[in-house]
């Protein structure tokens, strides 16, 4: 893969990959740099890219849940069932070392959200977690949505995959899958919910807010989930 400009934030590396980044490569380049973080000859870093369509599969996927594979399908080690990635959506890949930021996998999930809710917040749009569903959430009644994802893998307190969120994706291509197995729910999109955001826009108030997240992920609270697997 070439390589492309990287930057740091409270001292994690920060890349910003051009074009739309081949979604087996990524997670060969993931792996790897996790392995290198666990290893101590790398440091942490955060990988902001845009897939090709496709649809991955997380570790509970239910063969049923794939209704149309009119792209292709790729089994992934992250929690969870299937989802979408497209041109137009975020997706953030995070290798943070847990060991040096509190051991805890649910305290690493709920700042991750806090993240997104707040980037979000940015824009104008009231985002939320919901308890007992997964993933990242707006508006109610008939109007609740979903509008991000959170899928992650932690392999010897290495964190791997992370989040991707609908800035402007073509929302039809959500329509082959049953999405992180919540049917009876929409997914949205910033564009969809009337907010012209650029690519360039999302991520620089996801880098505002990440020394926020990195706060709340230093605020250690102890659980028992040590290489545990999170759905999205």
């Given at each position: 893969?070439?390589?492309?400009?990287?930057?740091?934030?409270?001292?994690?590396?920060?890349?910003?990959?051009?074009?739309?980044?081949?979604?087996?490569?990524?997670?060969?380049?993931?792996?790897?740099?996790?392995?290198?973080?666990?290893?101590?000859?790398?440091?942490?870093?955060?990988?902001?890219?845009?897939?090709?369509?496709?649809?991955?599969?997380?570790?509970?996927?239910?063969?049923?849940?794939?209704?149309?594979?009119?792209?292709?399908?790729?089994?992934?080690?992250?929690?969870?069932?299937?989802?979408?990635?497209?041109?137009?959506?975020?997706?953030?890949?995070?290798?943070?070392?847990?060991?040096?930021?509190?051991?805890?996998?649910?305290?690493?999930?709920?700042?991750?959200?806090?993240?997104?809710?707040?980037?979000?917040?940015?824009?104008?749009?009231?985002?939320?977690?919901?308890p007992g569903r997964v993933g990242i959430w707006t508006g109610t009644g008939a109007n609740e949505a979903k509008i991000g994802a959170i899928g992650i893998r932690v392999r010897r307190w290495v964190t791997l995959h992370g989040f991707a969120v609908n800035i402007a994706p073509d929302l039809s291509h959500f329509g082959g899958i049953v999405p992180c197995g919540l049917g009876q729910f929409p997914v949205t999109s910033m564009a969809a919910l009337g907010k012209d955001v650029g690519m360039a826009q999302f991520d620089a108030a996801l880098q505002n807010n990440f020394p926020l997240f990195l706060q709340l992920l230093g605020q250690e609270q102890k659980s028992a989930l040590e290489g545990g697997l999170l759905n999205d």
């Open positions: 893969m070439p390589p492309f400009p990287a930057s740091a934030v409270m001292n994690v590396e920060w890349d910003v990959a051009p074009g739309l980044t081949d979604y087996r490569e990524a997670v060969a380049a993931m792996e790897a740099r996790a392995a290198a973080i666990r290893g101590g000859e790398a440091g942490e870093r955060v990988w902001l890219v845009e897939h090709a369509p496709l649809y991955t599969a997380g570790t509970s996927a239910d063969p049923a849940e794939l209704i149309d594979p009119r792209f292709p399908v790729h089994a992934t080690g992250r929690g969870g069932r299937y989802t979408y990635h497209g041109p137009g959506q975020r997706v953030g890949y995070l290798m943070l070392d847990l060991a040096a930021r509190g051991r805890d996998v649910r305290h690493f999930v709920h700042s991750l959200e806090n993240w997104i809710i707040a980037t979000l917040g940015d824009f104008g749009i009231e985002a939320r977690a919901e």
